[in-house]
């Protein structure tokens, strides 16, 4: 069985994907993927269903929701573990934590791949889902970072400069993001625009935050002055 929470929540038994009821079945069950292999507490997955303002009848609804997601994914899936519940994956069941390991393990371009949109994006207004959608996307983004730094070290820089733009523009304050746009534009051939991007950085920190850019970014500047080789491998 295959779970999936990096876009939609999907359940795919086989080639088959498996309807789970609309509302709280899908948030709780979301819930127990966000923590799986755990006991969750019954009470915390009412507190988190109802954002504390549950009913009176939200035992038995609990208990009803649990019942009819077994019955969609296996009696034997969640487990009835005192004070709650819990769903145990196995190795390669769960995208997000495969994207992790992955990750972790240095295959980033391979875990960017498991993506298909904002985790549990059918779940917006969770305050949960939000939560574990914000931490994912950081995760998401770091693994981004790292597939353009391997992507410039390897010669193809001016060939990112539109990716890169756009994710500079998204996150505007992420100086990591912009010393990469930086080196995509000088490997692009486009010197000035790659100085400019430094001058509107800096400028936009200092007014809005108070701040100076980091080593990194200054670091990025001096090599496009002195027209540092190593900002075109594999150019002559």
Known sequence: ?????????????????????????????????LHA?????????IEDLWSGTAPASAPKILQSGISRIRRAIGEDRIETRPPGYRLPVEPGELDSVRFEELVAEGRGREALELWRGTPLVDLEGRWFANLAARRLEELRLAALEQRIDDDLDAGTGGRLVPEVEQLATLHPYRERLHAQLMRALYAAGR???????????????????GLEPGPELREVEAAILRHDPALRPGQA
Not at 2 to 29: H, K, M, P, Y
Not at 37 to 45: A, D, F, I, P
């Open 37 to 45: 292999n755990e006991v969750v507490s019954s009470y915390r997955l």
């Open 191 to 209: 010197q000035t625009e790659a100085l400019e991007t430094f001058r509107h950085f800096r400028e936009r920190i200092a007014d809005e935050l």
């Open 1 to 33: 069985m295959e779970f999936r929470i990096l876009g939609s929540l999907e359940v795919l038994g086989g080639a088959r994907t498996i309807e789970i009821r609309a509302g709280n079945d899908r948030a709780l069950l979301a819930l127990l993927l």
